[in-house]
Structure formats: C-alpha cells, structure tokens
C-alpha cells in the first residue's frame, strides 16, 4: 500500500509537469528541452525545499551540541547534500519500487549471529533497507524484513505484525531469540511489541534515530502515528513510564546530533540503553552511512 501511495504521488507529479510542458510548448512556443530542463529543475528543488524545512526545524529546535560534536560548515554543507540524495534515493526510488528486490524472510544460511528483524520508520516499507540489508547480508546475517501497514495506523497494532514476523523469522532460521533493529519510528514499534509480547524473543534491541521522546517535526505528520509521535503525547507518556516496556539487557539506541527529524536530537537516547551519540548524520542519510553500518555491526556481533 505504500509503495502504491508513493507511485501515486510520483504520478501526479509527472502529470503535473506533462500538463506544464503541454502549456509550455503551446502558447509559450519553448523547446522540448526547455520544458525537461524545467521539470527536472521543479523536482530537485520541491525535494530540495523539503530537506530544508527539516533542518530549519532541527536547527530550531536543536539539543545543544557537546564541542567535540560540533560541525564546521563544510562538514554541515555535505551532510545537508548526503541527506538531500538519501530523500531522492528513498522516496522516489526505493520506497515507491523495489520491495520485490527485499525479501520478507530470511534466507536458510548458517550464520553465528542473532538473525535480524529490519523495521521500517513511518511512511516507509521494507524497500528502505535495500542498502543496509545487503551489508548485514556480507556481514554474515540472517535479515528479515516486514511491511506495516496501513500506513498512518495506530503504533500498537504495527505491534502485532511484528510479532508475526518474530515467530516467522524463528522459525525460518531455527532461533529461540532474535535481534529487533528499528529506524525512526521502526524503534517505537519494537518499543511497543515490547511492551505487549515480552522480551522472550528478543535477545537485544537497537534504534536508530528513533524519537523515543517525540518529535517537535510529529506536528507536521498525519495519522494516528504521526499525532502519538508528538512529543508530551498520551501514548508516548505510556509507552515511557517506567517498567512499562521490558527491555533486552543488550539494547542500544543509536542517534545523531545533527538528524534533521527526531528534535531535540536528544530524544533518541533511550533510557535503560546504550546509548551511542553520532555527529553528522542525517535521519534518512542513517540507512545509507557507512559510520552507522559499522556501529551496528559492533553492536549486533557482541556478546
């Protein structure tokens, strides 16, 4: 369903500019390449205007950056850029086409680790982790992957879709317990299988960017899960009372403090945790760093 909401809106944009060119070419008399030129500059700079308002928003709203954290322009230029590819590769590429090219289960492979459930953050699916997937793969992993849907549902009923994949995924690989990775809202839906199911399967959790505290952005999102992302919201107030969720004695939430979505960037700590702070890294620019491949790795292959 995703996937289809996002080629849905891919096509309304192209009809958008066929209309454009259509009138262009008419009554303006301009040249086809004209008319491409402009519609290709109107697509990168919508997508562009995009990654803007967000790290407007985490600037406003930013944690203060201890000095060693702290980003010179040019390193803050090329985070702005990396983030800026990361939206282009996930939601006009990734998210709208190439959930075929990410399994749901995992392979039948041998491997001396935890397998691995991959959950996907808000209006995403299981194609966001096409990159990071394939380096777990190298990496010698089980990987399994799942679709929430639908896509602005209530955080607890994604709960019960991951329970499933868990059990699937046990099965699959022949486990009794399982490492649960989460991106953005992904970790508030391992947080909330948590809370109901218990950490029997689960023998470490690790969140990336995940806004465990809310998100002064979550004002902007739509849905049911958009509005419990608010930060002071009921259900988040819930979901972090204390002993409310059973954490794995392995969890760790893994955050940056410059990500242009979770704000106050410090929202991802996550208490009872290992938290592990990172410097200039974009929310979605987290499933394509190579800096946080290697921290997850480091912690997925600890004993």
């Not at 990071?132 to 879709?161: N, S, Y």
């Not at 946080?292 to 004993?303: D, N, Q, S």
Request: aromatic share 10%; with cysteine.
């Amino acid at each position: 369903m995703t996937a289809k909401v996002m080629r849905f809106i891919l096509a309304c944009e192209l009809g958008f500019y066929l209309l454009l060119g259509y009138l262009l070419m008419r009554y303006a008399d301009a040249p086809l390449a004209c008319v491409i030129g402009l519609a290709l500059l109107l697509a990168l700079a919508g997508r562009a205007f995009f990654i803007a308002v967000t790290l407007l928003f985490a600037r406003r709203y930013a944690t203060p950056t201890p000095p060693e954290m702290r980003l010179g322009w040019a390193s803050a230029l090329g985070m702005a850029v990396a983030e800026y590819f990361a939206f282009i590769a996930l939601f006009s590429l990734l998210i709208p086409f190439a959930s075929r090219h990410v399994p749901l289960q995992a392979d039948a492979r041998k491997s001396p680790y935890l397998p691995v459930l991959l959950i996907h953050g808000y209006q995403c699916n299981r194609a966001m982790w096409w990159w990071m997937r394939k380096r777990l793969l190298r990496a010698g992993f089980q990987v399994a992957t799942l679709d929430m849907e639908p896509m602005f549902a209530d955080i607890d009923d994604f709960a019960l879709q991951v329970a499933q994949s868990v059990e699937a995924l046990c099965a699959a690989t022949g486990a009794d317990r399982i490492a649960l990775v989460g991106h953005s809202m992904g970790g508030l839906v391992a947080r909330a299988y948590l809370r109901r199911y218990g950490k029997a399967r689960v023998a470490k959790l690790i969140t990336l960017g995940s806004p465990h505290h809310g998100s002064e952005l979550a004002h902007l999102a739509m849905g049911i899960n958009g509005a419990q992302m608010r930060p002071g919201s009921a259900w988040l107030t819930a979901l972090n009372t204390p002993g409310a969720v059973p954490l794995p004695e392995n969890s760790v939430a893994i955050y940056s403090y410059h990500d242009n979505y979770v704000m106050p960037q410090d929202s991802a700590r996550l208490e009872g945790a290992k938290n592990v702070p990172l410097a200039g890294i974009g929310h979605l620019q987290m499933i394509f760093s190579r800096r946080i491949e290697a921290a997850l790795l480091a912690e997925l292959t600890r004993r």
